[in-house]
């Protein structure tokens, strides 16, 4: 029986993909012009390829170091190249089928069973307890947030604001924007001197640090990352906010103060699962005075319909047990549970734009990103945010801010028309 080359085998299976094979074994094929090559650097590649199911082969192969882009890693925009041009391709969606004719293609010795890259979470967090358990989301949280403050500055940028971006126009930079989003969530939700914030997810601290700066609010912020309170606390004090600002390291639920004026819930949604919605917007209702305003902004799926549970690359390597609704879905449990939905609007392109920025940044400072927590890492955030790109790019995924009022007996105290201006 005549055997397949590496590069045959795998070509088969991309189809008309314009996309270039390197095998390990010296095999070529595809286009000699290809805009971008696959390179196969090993059997583990193939085996990854073929014994785990879907993107999460394909993603274990690219973390491991052994399928790769022809080119530098560092250069932004080799892997948004290939992921554009295999983006719905069968390279990531090999059925049974396809992956017994790759095992009757190639030797066999090739092909055996390896241990994902040690970067993968995956069935550790069942020691936690349930999911969504205070105990498997504190792990969950400390997975992808304490990393490390300083690789989260090199891709973040000044703002270490790791949620969508608005842009005000087409020539702000990341900054401008990150800058201007924490400004739109204050002026929706009426901040004024004297009021009291309570954010929750807090992250390293930015619309806290941006609230109580340029707002004259009292305001706390509570995050489950300890890594984030650490930097966030720094950079109140360093501000000269101590007293005005607090950053707390802890769940949200564990906020005992009532009578704020407004919450901000601003990319913590993703990670607290449809099923428990009732509690989260109950326990927010309970925190806010009457006519007090709520913002959660958060990614979301483009319907209802689809299932809220995220793909296993993601679930494995970066946002372990997180979960995407529609919008719908938050807007009928805002209602449900205590809320005047007033205002809802998508930013989905925005986060497309924050992506690419992140994407620059990781791959301007690649060789100490790289030297502060490992290559492997570093793909799996390159990876993740170039997907997630063009995931908002195809609208796979959006991003909407919900703004809803604690109204009593009628009375919102909200304007008769929006004063936030854009």
């Not at 992140?358 to 400072?365: E, F, K, Q, S, T």
Request: glycine share 12%; with cysteine; charged share 25%.
């Amino acid at each position: 029986m005549t055997r397949s080359t590496v590069a045959q085998t795998l070509g088969a299976v991309l189809g008309s993909a314009p996309v270039a094979v390197h095998g390990y074994d010296g095999s070529r094929h595809g286009p000699a012009d290809a805009r971008v090559r696959l390179v196969l650097r090993s059997p583990r590649a193939l085996s990854y390829l073929v014994t785990a199911p879907g993107e999460l082969g394909m993603a274990r192969a690219y973390i491991a170091g052994e399928l790769d882009l022809v080119g530098d890693l560092g250069r932004d925009g080799d892997l948004y190249t290939v992921l554009s041009l295999l983006w719905g391709d069968r390279i990531a969606k090999l059925s049974w089928k396809d992956r017994l004719g790759v095992l009757r293609g190639m030797d066999p010795k090739a092909l055996r069973w390896v241990d994902p890259p040690s970067e993968e979470w995956g069935a550790r967090r069942l020691r936690y307890g349930l999911r969504h358990s205070r105990a498997r989301d504190a792990a969950s949280i400390s997975h992808h947030y304490d990393v490390s403050n300083r690789f989260y500055d090199l891709v973040l940028g000044p703002s270490m604001a790791y949620t969508c971006a608005c842009y005000p126009d087409g020539q702000a930079t990341l900054e401008q924007a990150q800058e201007h989003k924490h400004d739109l969530a204050c002026r929706k939700l009426g901040l004024r001197p004297g009021m009291r914030l309570l954010d929750v997810g807090c992250g390293w601290g930015g619309m806290v640090l941006h609230a109580a700066k340029h707002y004259g609010v009292q305001a706390v912020g509570i995050t489950l990352s300890r890594k984030q309170a650490e930097w966030g606390t720094k950079a109140v004090a360093d501000a000269g906010l101590t007293g005005v600002a607090e950053i707390r390291h802890g769940d949200y639920r564990d906020i005992a103060e009532t009578g704020f004026d407004a919450v901000s819930s601003i990319g913590l949604t993703e990670h607290i699962g449809l099923r428990q919605f009732p509690e989260y917007f109950r326990f927010l209702r309970s925190r806010l005075r009457p006519q007090g305003r709520l913002l959660n902004h958060c990614i979301t799926r483009p319907t209802t319909t689809e299932p809220t549970r995220i793909g296993p690359f993601i679930d494995r390597y970066v946002f372990p047990d997180g979960e995407l609704a529609g919008v719908g879905a938050i807007v009928s449990a805002m209602q449900d549970h205590g809320f005047e939905v007033r205002h809802e609007e998508n930013l989905r392109e925005h986060y497309a734009r924050t992506l690419a920025g992140w994407c620059a940044n990781l791959a301007g400072h690649w060789d100490e990103a790289v030297r502060e927590v490992g290559e492997g890492r570093a793909r799996v955030w390159l990876l993740y945010m170039t997907g997630s790109r063009l995931g908002f790019e195809r609208r796979t995924l959006e991003l909407h801010q919900v703004l809803g009022v604690r109204t009593e007996d009628g009375e919102a105290d909200f304007p008769l028309r929006p004063d936030w201006g854009v």
